[in-house]
């Protein structure tokens, strides 16, 4: 398993953008798929984006395709998440998690929780309307 924190959470208003990170301090960190859920109140935790391990292969919820930019740093052990034109609906604690295996090459279908075996603490993100 893999250490990981998020920061970068914090409130905007509609149409605004936010950058999420998600740094470890492992070196097994490059070896893993990553990828970001979130989870609103009273709701399951949902998909939102990966990326392989290469950083090659991304994968994005239809809900964000076309705002969200999902990238990663394997030097610096970062993983990031760039929100564009938010909407009220993206509000969530968002959460980055690492691959249950290692070398996930391609990622070809939304992601499961499942799928991930080590979570970060959360960060919130608060979109006003």
């Known amino acids: 398993q893999v250490q990981l924190e998020e920061s970068g959470g914090g409130f905007v208003q509609t149409g605004n953008s936010l950058t999420l990170s998600c740094t470890s301090s492992?070196?097994?960190?490059?070896?893993?798929?990553l990828g970001w859920f979130r989870q609103a109140p009273g709701k399951e935790r949902e998909f939102v984006a990966a990326?392989?391990?290469?950083?090659?292969?991304?994968y994005y919820a239809d809900s964000v395709k076309g705002r969200f930019t999902i990238s990663r740093d394997n030097t610096q052990r970062a993983l990031h998440l760039q929100m564009n034109s938010l909407k009220p609906e993206d509000t969530a604690v968002y959460y980055c998690a690492a691959d249950r295996f290692t070398a996930r090459k391609i990622i070809l279908r939304p992601l499961s929780p499942d799928d991930f075996a080590s979570w970060g603490q959360g960060t919130q993100v608060t979109v006003a309307s």
């Open positions: 492992e070196d097994s960190f490059r070896n893993y798929a």
């Open positions: 990326i392989a391990y290469t950083g090659v292969s991304t």
